[in-house]
């Protein structure tokens, strides 16, 4: 069974940084994508950032290119995103999911592109 756990969310002032996790287990931890996504109150799911383990590909949606950061650590079948310069507008839940088959890139910030998602955790940026 597929599983993916996120967990590092928590309460922090504008301008600060967060690292989120993402524990994965159930899959084969060589071939997948693993993407970041959040939600806000009343919004749509956003996707984030994406790694990809064929290559080390890593993807960055607009709203946190230059601030976030995504990749992986093999042995303890993680994936990370490092999240700097928070703004309050970062504020959402934030879930991390995975697929393992092929990714059409236009498609990789699309939610029905992922398998298998994780609980979510929570993020609060406060101004």
């Known amino acids: 069974e597929v599983q993916l756990q996120a967990s590092g969310g928590g309460l922090v002032q504008a301008g600060g940084y967060l690292k989120l996790s993402c524990a994965a287990s159930?899959?084969?931890?060589?071939?997948?994508?693993i993407g970041w996504f959040r939600q806000a109150p009343g919004k749509e799911r956003e996707g984030l950032s994406s790694?990809?383990?064929?290559?080390?590909?890593?993807y960055y949606a607009d709203s946190v290119k230059g601030r976030f950061a995504i990749f992986s650590d093999i042995t303890k079948r993680a994936v990370y995103l490092q999240m700097n310069s928070l703004k309050p507008e970062d504020t959402a839940v934030y879930y991390c999911?995975?697929?393992?088959?092929?990714?059409?890139?236009?498609?990789?910030?699309?939610?029905?592109?992922?398998?298998?998602w994780g609980q979510g955790t929570e993020v609060t940026v406060s101004s």
């Open positions: 790694i990809s383990s064929t290559d080390g590909s890593t």
């Open positions: 999911a995975a697929t393992t088959t092929r990714v059409i890139l236009t498609t990789i910030f699309q939610s029905t592109t992922y398998h298998y």
């Open positions: 159930g899959f084969t931890f060589d071939e997948y994508v």
